[in-house]
């Protein structure tokens, strides 16, 4: 990734002032893991990309959904770098690199500091599985699982990947509610949390499916930052957007038991009437997705930046 490139700033949602203060214990312990990891060797690290990437889950059951943004952008690039000793998907991430993320805005619930509670400022929050709370909190979101990877590249480097970056990611539960500002959830945290991107550029989160509520076709909210140690400094800020997920997939959730009020809110909005998504329909958004409601599903999403 290119260091003389200067961050750019969304309009809306920047991170609070005192955004700078938290992720001291959990960046000790990376720094920890990194150095046995170097011990260790990398070709464990590889192996398992290859295995939890959505491109590698060939043996979904129907029904799934595995159209997306690429297949638009895949003509942005004539020639794709090399990807190195990267995984199928990371080559095929390059190939279809071209066309930046969309910025978007970070919505009322984003616990970042910009609009009340800073869930960044808590040792807890670098994590993979964000279902459950930390800290002090302990309920769980339930659901139908859901892991989704981001695979992040630098438009202005070749679309090299974007190692060392950091992304914070959150959502709604199946309820529609996000922990830290709903009445019942100001003590909960969960469905939030940070990964720092490995050498191919990719972070992956363990989650579950979120509902879809009055207003809003079904998404993931996340911000990249530059480093970790960006994630918690003001201005730092790479990109802001959502992921949206595809009808197939969220039909096919919404018609199991606790994801009742999903299926009305459905009926009453499309990708191009919703108000973020609506003014291209999503399509750089768009996730690819394998899976089932029976089986958890997986969802990719390629993020130029």
Aim: glycine letters at 10%; one cysteine or more; aromatic letters at 6%.
């Amino acid at each position: 990734m290119s260091t003389s490139r200067a961050p750019r700033q969304p309009d809306l949602d920047q991170p609070h002032p005192d955004h700078d203060r938290g992720l001291e214990f959990d960046l000790n312990t990376l720094v920890s893991r990194r150095s046995l990891g170097l011990f260790l060797g990398a070709g464990g690290a590889v192996a398992a990309l290859a295995a939890c990437s959505p491109a590698g889950n060939t043996g979904s059951t129907s029904p799934s959904t595995t159209t997306t943004a690429a297949a638009t952008t895949s003509a942005a690039s004539a020639t794709a770098p090399d990807a190195g000793t990267g995984t199928p998907t990371l080559t095929r991430a390059i190939a279809e690199c071209g066309v930046e993320i969309p910025q978007e805005t970070a919505g009322p619930y984003p616990g970042d500091g910009s609009n009340g509670p800073n869930v960044l400022e808590a040792s807890g929050v670098v994590r993979k599985d964000i279902t459950s709370s930390f800290g002090t909190a302990s309920a769980k979101a339930e659901g139908i699982p859901l892991t989704f990877t981001l695979t992040l590249l630098d438009n202005a480097n070749g679309c090299a990947p974007m190692a060392g970056a950091a992304v914070y990611a959150w959502h709604c539960d199946r309820d529609g509610k996000y922990s830290m500002y709903d009445s019942s959830l100001k003590n909960e945290n969960y469905l939030r949390g940070v990964q720092e991107a490995d050498a191919n550029g990719q972070v992956t989160f363990t989650s579950i499916f979120p509902a879809a509520y009055s207003g809003r076709w079904p998404h993931i909210h996340f911000e990249v930052f530059e480093s970790m140690n960006n994630a918690t400094a003001a201005g730092q800020v790479l990109a802001v957007s959502q992921i949206a997920l595809p009808q197939a997939a969220c039909d096919d959730v919404y018609a199991t038991p606790g994801y009742e009020r999903s299926v009305a809110n459905m009926t009453r909005t499309t990708l191009k009437s919703d108000n973020v998504f609506g003014n291209d329909g999503g399509i750089y958004q768009l996730a690819t997705m394998t899976g089932s409601a029976a089986a958890g599903y997986t969802a990719g999403l390629n993020v130029t930046i």
